[in-house]
């Protein structure tokens, strides 16, 4: 009894502990259930501060679009109040009035650019929007994927417990076929029992006849009960294969479905993978986008700053130019003011027409002969009155001064890239000299521009080259121009085929140097044709006719022409013109405008060469782009000329066909 009870006692405690250790285990995955819940919950607080910060963002910002339209607001009511002060001079000054209404027309722009740019920045905030939507999501179907993941291990545990309980029966399967064994080795040995008590029988058959008989039929019915026996065992036998063969078949399965759960790991693994890269990427974008904005922001206002800066001197001396006291020393010097604030502002429209080339991928180069020597001596003559109001020193070096050095390349970039350089230096050089001029190097050209300017940090001499890059003087950055002209030249000079530097030290000026691929070119020189000046050019008994719709540009043009004793017809668009080519044979040239009303300059062009194809006709028009000059060429017009309109470059073109005529 005592030792029953300890037994019963014993098996009590283990079943206990065995009780206890489970749920130990429950409580230990319990416990790891609530950590990842608690992660998950962390998780959501992280992605709803970001979220909530997103928020703060889009507040910001739609506050600062508030403020930019309390600044066109502003803009609007200087815009009123300057075409007041318009009416009150229009008396005075018809000129100035037309002058004030192209500058309004300007302004005009400006407000539509900057409501462009506030439709930008309005999409922007959108796309932010968009991307916290797509991370939610993308939250979303991590959540889904873990509980798809915990619904899978459960799986895998039922699949495990079936499995143990097919092992189970299995063993028990085992257990009766060797109890089956036993008792077919039992009965083989009373089957050798019953024969040797036949053999008995046999020796004894006259006295056991009777016995025979009845040990004959018993005989019978254990052969029976044997191959019944028999038969029950080659029934196990196939039940156990049968067994056998569904147990590596779950086996099988086990494995398959573990590779499944490998694969969904994996898959999983992947997704985190991509929601981790597309979260990187929503960081680097809001980033980018941010550095954009300040960036754009800080070019709208730098560009307001530099519009206004020539237009308040053009429009300041040009109403000087009115005053009945005025010396002429004086009217020389505002007259130069007004021209040098006129080539800034040109200067300041033609960077913003190529940038949106560059932005477009429509930055196109030429190719033509270009004489070296005498482009930069141009650029000399030029700049020498600019320098010397600044009371600097201009200086120029060639390498070849002497030498007729010709190259294939685009020699308006190439001037533009120079004049970009020497406008900084002549900007930032107070006192001392600017130099420019070229080397030869092999196979290239080495173009630079020196000056003894305010210099640049080492910091900051990869920055000048990047768009709407600026950098403050009092720290050793520039604050001033529009930050495009250093990028486009850089832009420019690789579209050429070469490259663009500077070596610069802080207080002690800076060295701007950059390469052209250099083939001397001896064929087709284009010199110029050197002409007097305007006043000394005798056209008496030509006839020009100059097709112009703008009211200004034909009395500028009229003016020009006055001293030249040329006859001059003017038409107002181009079925005018042609109605004046067939009714004036005597007309030596045509100047046309391209874009007019009731016909374009295009088509009058088409025209006019199928009754004169001889006749020389100059496309002269506003746009500044390549395809326009290429569609005048096209159209038929014989040379094309940019506005506003160079008075030398106008005058030599003129001259080279009436004198050939």
């Known amino acids: 009894m005592l030792l029953l009870k300890s037994i019963l006692g014993t098996s009590k405690d283990s079943i206990v502990m065995s009780r206890n250790n489970s749920q130990q285990e429950k409580t230990v995955r319990l416990f790891n259930v609530d950590k990842e819940l608690i992660f998950q919950n962390e998780e959501k607080k992280k992605r709803a501060a970001e979220l909530i910060v997103a928020n703060k963002e889009l507040l910001f910002q739609n506050k600062e679009k508030e403020k930019r339209a309390a600044e066109l607001i502003i803009a609007n009511k200087e815009l009123l109040f300057q075409n007041e002060e318009k009416e009150k001079r229009a008396a005075e000054l018809i000129v100035a009035n037309k002058e004030l209404l192209f500058q309004n027309k300007e302004k005009e722009k400006r407000a539509a650019e900057l409501i462009i740019a506030n439709k930008e920045l309005l999409f922007q905030n959108e796309e932010k929007e968009k991307r916290a939507a797509e991370l939610i999501v993308a939250n979303k179907e991590l959540a889904y994927q873990n509980k798809e993941k915990e619904k899978r291990a459960a799986e895998l545990i039922i699949a495990d417990k079936e499995l143990i309980y097919q092992n189970e029966e299995k063993e028990k399967r085992a257990s009766e076929l060797i109890i089956a064994d036993k008792e077919l080795d039992f009965q083989h040995e009373e089957k050798e029992k019953r024969a040797s008590e036949l053999i008995i029988a046999d020796k004894e058959l006259g006295f056991q006849n009777e016995e025979k008989g009845k040990r004959a039929k018993e005989l019978i019915i254990a052969n029976k009960e044997l191959v019944f026996q028999n038969q029950e065992k080659e029934k196990r036998a196939a039940e156990l294969i049968i067994a056998n063969k569904e147990l590596v078949f779950q086996n099988e399965e086990k494995e398959q479905r573990a590779k499944e759960y490998s694969t969904l790991n994996k898959v999983l693994t992947e997704s985190l993978n991509q929601i981790q890269n597309i979260n990187n990427e929503l960081i680097i974008s809001k980033n980018k986008a941010e550095e954009s904005d300040k960036l754009k922001s800080a070019f709208l206002a730098n560009m307001s700053h530099e519009i206004r800066t020539p237009l308040n001197a053009i429009m300041g001396f040009s109403g000087f130019l009115v005053e009945p006291d005025l010396s002429k020393e004086n009217l020389k010097d505002f007259v130069q003011i007004i021209n040098a604030n006129s080539r800034q502002l040109l200067s300041i429209i033609s960077d913003i027409m190529d940038f949106s080339k560059m932005e477009a991928g429509r930055f196109t180069i030429d190719s033509e002969i270009v004489n070296i020597n005498e482009l930069l001596t141009d650029l000399f003559v030029t700049y020498k009155k600019i320098v010397d109001m600044k009371k600097l020193n201009l200086e120029y070096s060639f390498d070849c001064p002497n030498e007729l050095l010709q ?90 085929g070469g490259n663009i530097t500077v070596d610069s030290k802080l207080g002690l000026g800076s060295v701007f140097l950059f390469t052209i691929p250099y083939k001397n070119e001896t064929e087709n020189s284009t010199a110029s044709v050197l002409v007097s000046e305007p006043e000394k050019c005798n056209w008496d008994g030509k006839t020009i006719l100059l097709v112009e719709d703008e009211v200004n540009n034909y009395a500028y043009a009229e003016q020009l022409l006055k001293a030249t004793k040329v006859n001059l017809l003017h038409a107002w668009d181009g079925s005018e013109a042609v109605g004046l080519v067939k009714s004036h044979p005597d007309i030596s040239l045509a100047l046309m405008d391209i874009k007019m009303p009731v016909m374009d300059g295009y088509e009058a062009t088409r025209l006019i060469k199928h009754m004169r194809p001889e006749l020389p006709i100059i496309a002269q028009t506003a746009y500044a782009l390549s395809k326009e000059r290429e569609q005048a060429l096209e159209a038929g017009c014989d040379a094309y000329i940019t506005k506003p309109i160079d008075k030398e470059l106008f005058m030599k073109l003129l001259n080279s066909f009436l004198t050939q005529s």
Do not use: H, P, W
């Open 407 to 496: 190259i294939k390349t685009d020699g308006n970039r190439i001037k533009q890239v120079i004049c970009n350089l020497l406008n900084n230096a002549i900007k930032f050089t107070k006192e001392g000299k600017i130099e420019f001029g070229y080397k030869m190097k092999e196979n290239f050209i080495e173009f630079y521009v020196k000056d003894s300017g305010i210099g640049i940090d080492l910091v900051n001499q990869t920055l000048v080259f990047e768009r709407f890059r600026q950098v403050d003087a009092a720290k050793n950055q520039i604050n001033s121009g529009n930050g495009l002209g250093l990028s486009i030249s850089k832009a420019l000079v690789e579209k050429l």
